[in-house]
């Protein structure tokens, strides 16, 4: 008799975005006339730089030649793509790596779902509250939690809530963990650490043997100077963080697909007997075991976006979200919503009105207004009664979004 992996039936429902869409498809089955505008899932809107595209073409041409095509890439990643991301996302800001530290693959989401798989099963886990739900459900699919109680909270998780009151920045656990996941800027609430708050995580990390997940897929659209776009620019962070970046959001790549990971050599974990082991080359080979690289176009196109022309190309493209963020936040304000996030991030994160919930909001949201965005209560329990929207989109849809609320 064949088993199933029973940590899978302890999952809620069905993953966030999923649902979005199946609510999204009824109701535009049954209302075919209305023109929905999507500000949920954070897909981008605008076509890739031409930069990107040039790059694209000739690496296709280079494929359909005998003396140029390629086979099998290295699995961690082609140097030319490695040695611009060191020079352009951490030299630039004094932070110094090794070709060998850093990890080519094909999304964030996948990283920051997989890299569990290299710890015991017995290490605590702690998350923020709201959290980008992957970390949570690739957690409980491995078996590190128990059933999830009525607020969807997994027993054995250590949920660290974000509110108003902390700056949606969580406070250092009160008891001991082990492996920490921190995104910054954060998706969903859009709010970024200073370096201040994050050298309390690597203090913490350090002085308790753990792990820090550093997801900073949205670091390129910082604007405040003050605020860190890398966690190794804390001192000590290479002995316990692990840093994750994507190309999906920053250069449009989300059908792409094009993203890295930085797995330090100083970075350390132990042994149920207490023996230090280098996590790099545990990575590594699991790596190299379960991937087999990404595509030499993918990467030949994510290296495009670090010459001067693609950096430009890019910027512009990030610009046009960030004043899609702008717009949503300038407008719900005026409207009297508590809004929060869309400076360093391209995410708004608003209260929503009375007492509705967060799912009641999406609801009201798609039949009235033939708005969608995504319900804060999808992203653990602290995000119910809140509401994300994504700034993802184009400006005109935006705008028309926005004259809808106004409606409401």
């Known amino acids: 008799m064949i088993k199933i992996n029973e ?9 966030l975005f999923p649902e979005i869409s199946r609510r999204v498809r009824a109701f535009s089955e049954k209302n075919p006339a209305a023109k929905v505008i999507k500000l949920g899932i954070g897909d981008v809107t605008e076509p890739l730089p031409p930069t990107i595209v040039q790059a694209m073409h000739k690496a296709a041409d280079e494929m359909g030649s005998k003396a140029s095509v390629k086979g099998y890439g290295p699995e961690q990643g082609y140097d030319f793509l490695i040695e611009a991301i060191i020079a352009n996302d951490y030299k630039s800001r004094g932070v110094n790596l090794e070709n060998t530290e850093v990890f080519v693959s094909d999304g964030s989401k996948c990283d920051t779902g997989n890299f569990q798989e290299i710890f015991g099963i017995d290490n605590v886990i702690a998350v923020t509250d709201p959290v980008y ?87 390129a659209f910082i604007s405040d100077n003050t605020i860190p776009h890398s966690i190794y620019e804390i001192d000590g962070a290479k002995e316990v963080a692990v840093e994750f970046r994507s190309f999906s959001k920053t250069a449009g790549f989300t059908g792409l697909r094009c993203a890295f ?12 007997a207490g023996k230090a082991v280098d996590v790099n080359p545990i990575w590594h080979r699991r790596h190299g075991t379960k991937f087999n690289g990404t595509s030499y176009i993918s990467q030949a196109a994510a290296a495009a976006a670090y010459t001067d022309r693609g950096k430009k190309e890019v910027r512009k493209i990030i610009e046009l979200y960030m004043s899609n963020a702008a717009l949503i936040r300038e407008e719900l304000g005026k409207l ?59 400006p005109a849809n935006v705008a028309k979004a926005m004259e809808r609320f106004k409606k409401l």
Do not use: H
């Not at 940590?7 to 993953?15: A, D, F, H, I, T």
């Not at 990971?261 to 149920?272: G, H």
């Not at 319900?375 to 509401?387: I, K, V, W």
């Open 261 to 272: 990971v930085v797995v330090p050599k100083e970075l350390k974990a132990w042994t149920s």
């Open 336 to 394: 009297g919503y508590t809004v929060y996030g869309g400076v360093n991030a391209p995410y708004v994160w608003l209260k929503t009105p009375g007492k509705m919930s967060s799912w009641e909001f999406f609801d009201y949201l798609l039949e009235k207004a033939n708005v969608v965005g995504t319900p804060g209560s999808g992203f653990g329990a602290a995000g119910e009664g809140f509401f994300r929207l994504s700034a993802f989109g184009d």
């Open 133 to 219: 739900p992957v970390y949570v459900d690739t957690n409980v699919m491995a078996g590190r939690t128990g059933q999830a109680g009525k607020a969807g909270e997994y027993a054995g998780i250590v949920y660290m809530p974000c509110t108003p009151d902390n700056n949606f920045v969580p406070q250092l656990p009160k008891e001991k963990v082990d492996l920490i996941y921190l995104c910054f800027p954060n998706n969903p609430t859009g709010a970024v650490a200073t370096k201040e708050q994050l050298k309390r995580w690597v203090d913490y990390a350090k002085t308790n043997k753990a792990i820090i997940l550093f997801d900073a897929a949205y670091e």
């Open 7 to 15: 940590n899978y039936l302890k999952l809620q429902s069905g993953y």
